[in-house]
């Protein structure tokens, strides 16, 4: 597939070429800071296929953690472009608001349901996991 985004002031965009590796629901505590509550929804794409073509993102690890998520995000607006995960290293991890069309978006699993809370929605069927998906 061929997609742009960007954030909510415009400072930042972006365009990807090429599919989908995945497409996940998160609702892990972390995610809960960073989407206002709900779980975050998101698409992973091969690193080579996503770049800027406006703006450079700020970033943001916790210091705190020995391999911690890597967020970019506008530092004008603040939007959540998305993530660098050491558990996918060559993945970028795109949050769906940012799209400039999200009708591609259908999430194929929920994660980090541990830390799912009551008002949260996961979709009759939609396959959850405790933490991330194990791969057999
Ligand atoms: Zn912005
Ligand atoms: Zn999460």
Request: glycine content about 10%; hydrophobic content about 35%.
């Given at each position: 597939?061929?997609?742009?985004?960007?954030?909510?002031?415009?400072?930042?965009?972006?365009?990807?070429?090429?599919?989908?590796?995945?497409m996940?629901?998160?609702?892990?505590?972390?995610?809960?800071y960073?989407?206002?509550?709900?779980?975050?929804?998101?698409?992973?794409?091969?690193?080579?296929?996503?770049?800027?073509?406006?703006?450079?993102?700020?970033?943001?690890?916790?210091?705190?953690?020995?391999?911690?998520?890597?967020r970019?995000?506008?530092?004008?607006?603040?939007?959540?472009?998305?993530?660098?995960?050491?558990?996918?290293?060559?993945?970028?991890?795109?949050?769906?608001?940012?799209?400039?069309?999200?009708?591609?978006?259908?999430?194929?699993?929920?994660?980090?349901?541990?830390?799912?809370q009551?008002y949260?929605?996961?979709?009759?069927?939609?396959p959850?996991?405790?933490?991330?998906?194990?791969?057999?």
């Open positions: 597939m061929k997609a742009t985004g960007g954030c909510y002031c415009g400072a930042l965009r972006y365009s990807i070429d090429g599919a989908a590796e995945a996940l629901q998160c609702h892990c505590r972390e995610c809960q960073i989407t206002g509550g709900n779980p975050n929804v998101a698409a992973v794409f091969a690193l080579e296929d996503f770049r800027y073509i406006s703006g450079e993102p700020s970033t943001f690890a916790r210091s705190d953690l020995d391999t911690p998520v890597v970019h995000f506008c530092s004008n607006c603040g939007t959540g472009i998305g993530s660098r995960s050491p558990s996918r290293p060559n993945s970028m991890i795109v949050k769906i608001g940012t799209f400039d069309d999200q009708s591609f978006f259908k999430p194929q699993v929920a994660i980090f349901t541990c830390d799912k009551p949260h929605h996961i979709a009759e069927g939609l959850a996991f405790d933490k991330r998906v194990v791969k057999s």
